[in-house]
């Protein structure tokens, strides 16, 4: 019993101790990355399947810069959390594995280590694709918090055996896909399936019509979830839900799973990572599979979106930046890395020299032997690299994804779901004291 | 007739509720023997439980049995220990007089009110402050507290433990501790067996606190082994069907211990019946 008084006692007191506890402000210039003199252990905190295969590449050619891997479920369901809990306590890790999405959230935290004092780091950039050093810059010249590790540039995923059955010209632009969208469900199938209940892939959608969802001054964050490009994105879906032109079963579902197995949807504009998704899900559809560039809203262009991606980032109190960024710099540009990220976790590299992996470079049987990853290699360039994410991201998501959700059976529109999680973003952010612009 | 109809209608309760509880472990079981988790469904295709309990066993090098190792020593452990504790702080509470005594029983059944979920972060926060978080010891000395255990075993002690036994005890020179052990234990088994279920259930089934507490894989409880393959199914799609069949054996262990303690507990129920 004393036992339970004195944790009683004692939590209070921890709760007491971490509100008291106020968040320095942000430093503007880098910290120093000088190497440290002696034999170096730094500690890694990532959700890749596997990720201590990679490292022990590292740790058995590197003796005096030993890595040590920590694991947890992915970012959004908890390891964010505890980096942030980590960080008040002071024993966050040297390193950790942030999403693109969520890299903001840190930064406006301060719990980032700005890299651009490693001259390393600094003369790494053109070996990464642009719009990934985008992202962990925030574009910010002179400052980096993050190497890029992996990317998800998006194409179209089609069934090429029934579009040719069928007659239907694969679509090069969204007014031909949703044309392609009729005869498909006159031929007895939905062209695809709208993802209602996971918002990423709206959000790369929105991202190659040009939105701008968060735009960063310096000082004011602007939050706009309804520009022209998004309302126009939303217009359009919302047009092929209305017409049941689409399915709307949850992703990520055995249902989900089933519809691109029996054939039921025949196409799925998606990451590089879905090409596993789909070979997982669907086995049954083994190659008759083909993959092209993502549909266009102007006939004519080149532009493809993003959906997914993480970086490796330094996070603040690390006492050896030189080193962990140097660990980082080999996990993500290497060729070793690459290879054995690929294999364990089919990981998309973000480095240019990525699409040169034998891996990447080979027809896949599933898609008929096609060598998809060069489209998917040709659209990482074409990613506009002008898309920054805001500082919260999580809340974001589960907002506008319950308003998708209410969307598609029928209560309200897409447009009506952005435009509430717009209000609830501006409030959060309010909320967190983060200067927003209204 | 009218007894006929009121038992027909207690069963169809009792039918309903039985398929109620039992419909999801019912889909677990046969979700568990499908191939590569595929399909949902209440029936079962391609019966292979044999099979994918292997697969589940030697994923990751086997990083699932060490799971289940571990998930049985935090609760076995704990549950244990806990019961040890709250039950002599009950006794305590019920047979001796002290000042202070209210207050304390009040405190402690105050902290039957502070759901464990609330307690997760300072307790964080603790163990960081002593290099303890991500140990072994930063699951197992939180999940030692057992306030409601406190509460069950002084109702108990106070009416199953008659005071004339104690005194009897003590003229026969038996030492305070030597009664407790040798005496009041046995009296209370049956408050006993209960706390130790109770416990451990919910040790078996703590999330929070390991989920915030620990990095090391090789220190996870079972339950957080799962949620990490679940959530990394996107990057390894067999993990989806791996979940399923994790579920359903780490299961065993709680079904174990229910079967095997039951019997302690009805005689215990039994006992007070008869007075």
Redesign the interface.
């Known amino acids: 019993?004393r036992?339970?008084?004195a944790?009683?006692l004692?939590?209070t007191l921890?709760?007491t101790?971490?509100s008291s506890t106020d968040s320095s402000g942000a430093e503007k210039t880098a910290a120093s990355c000088a190497p440290a003199s002696g034999p170096v252990t730094l500690?890694f905190?990532s959700?890749?399947?596997?990720i201590q295969k990679v490292v022990d590449i590292w740790n058995k050619a590197n003796p005096a810069i030993q890595v040590t891997?920590?694991?947890?479920?992915?970012g959004n369901?908890?390891t964010y959390?505890?980096f942030f809990?980590?960080l008040?306590?002071?024993?966050a890790?040297d390193l950790g594995q942030i999403e693109y999405d969520a890299l903001p959230s840190f930064r406006v935290q301060d719990g980032l280590t700005d890299l651009a004092g490693c001259s390393d780091v600094t003369a790494a950039k053109d070996q990464f694709v642009d719009w990934t050093w985008n992202q962990v810059s925030f574009g910010e010249q002179g400052h980096v918090y993050a190497v890029p590790q992996d990317a998800g540039p998006m194409a179209l995923f089609y069934r090429k055996d029934l579009f040719e059955k069928n007659n239907i010209k694969v679509p090069t632009t969204w007014q031909e896909y949703a044309d392609a969208a009729v005869k498909v469900k006159a031929a007895g199938g939905y062209i695809t399936n709208f993802s209602n209940s996971d918002i990423n892939q709206f959000a790369g959608f929105a991202w190659q019509a040009g939105a701008h969802w968060f735009t960063n001054d310096g000082t004011n964050w602007t939050v706009d979830l309804t520009d022209p490009a998004t309302t126009k994105v939303a217009g359009y879906w919302q047009d092929l839900i209305d017409k049941k032109l689409v399915s709307a079963v949850p992703p990520?579902t055995?249902?989900w799973?089933?519809a691109y197995n029996e054939s039921k949807a025949w196409t799925w504009v998606s990451a590089v990572?879905g090409a596993?998704?789909i070979a997982?899900?669907a086995p049954k559809t083994s190659g008759k599979w083909a993959v092209a560039p993502m549909p266009q809203w102007n006939a004519g262009d080149q532009v493809a979106g993003n959906w997914g991606g993480s970086s490796t980032a330094v996070f603040k109190g690390s006492k050896h930046p030189y080193e962990a960024a140097k660990f980082a710099l080999w996990l993500n540009t290497s060729s070793e890395a690459l290879t054995e990220l690929n294999k364990v976790?089919?990981?998309y590299p973000a480095a240019k020299s990525g699409s040169a992996l034998p891996a990447l470079s080979e027809g896949v049987a599933f898609y008929g032997d096609q060598k998809i990853y060069d489209v998917f290699s040709t659209a990482s360039g074409q990613v506009k690299p002008d898309f920054t994410w805001g500082p919260t991201m999580t809340q974001t998501y589960a907002d506008a994804s319950d308003g998708f959700k209410a969307a598609v059976s029928g209560q309200g529109t897409l447009l009506k779901a952005l435009q509430d999680a717009q209000a609830s973003t501006i409030q959060t952010l309010k909320s967190q004291s983060i200067p927003v612009k209204e | 007739m009218t007894v006929l109809t009121r038992r027909a209608a207690a069963m169809l309760v009792m039918a309903v509720c039985t398929v109620y509880f039992l419909t999801p472990l019912w889909w677990l079981f046969v979700g568990a023997t499908k191939s590569g988790g595929r399909g949902v469904g209440l029936w079962f295709d391609h019966f292979q439980l044999g099979a994918n309990v292997r697969a589940v066993l030697t994923y990751q090098d086997g990083i699932f049995v060490r799971w289940l190792v571990n998930s049985v020593g935090y609760t076995v452990g704990a549950a244990a220990l806990g019961t040890l504790l709250a039950g002599m702080c009950g006794y305590a509470l019920a047979k001796y007089r002290f000042p202070g005594r209210e207050a304390i029983f009040n405190v402690v059944l105050g902290g039957v009110l502070v759901p464990a979920t609330a307690l997760a972060l300072p307790l964080f926060l603790l163990f960081s402050k002593a290099h303890a978080a991500n140990t072994f010891w930063a699951v197992f000395l939180p999940s030692l507290v057992n306030p409601f255990g406190v509460y069950l075993a002084r109702i108990y002690a106070a009416s199953s433990v008659p005071d004339e036994l104690l005194e009897a005890a003590r003229i026969d020179g038996s030492g305070e501790v030597r009664t407790f052990f040798t005496l009041s234990v046995r009296l209370m088994a049956p408050a006993f067996v209960t706390i130790f279920l109770f416990h451990f259930v919910a040790v078996w089934n703590n999330f929070l606190l390991p989920l915030i507490m620990l990095g090391n894989q090789k220190l996870f409880p079972v339950t957080l082994g799962l949620y990490t393959w679940n959530s990394q199914v996107d990057q390894r799609p067999e993990l989806r069907g791996l979940v399923l069949v994790g579920a359903f054996v780490s299961l065993a262990p709680m079904i174990i211990a229910f079967l095997a303690l039951q019997r302690f507990w009805r005689s215990g129920l039994g006992a007070g019946s008869i007075k």
């Open positions: 019993m036992r339970s008084i944790v009683v004692l939590s921890a709760l101790a971490c500690t905190t959700w890749v399947p596997d891997v920590q694991t947890g479920p992915n369901g908890g959390q505890n809990n980590q008040k306590a002071g024993n890790p990520w055995d249902e799973n089933n990572w596993n998704s997982t899900g976790a089919n990981l």
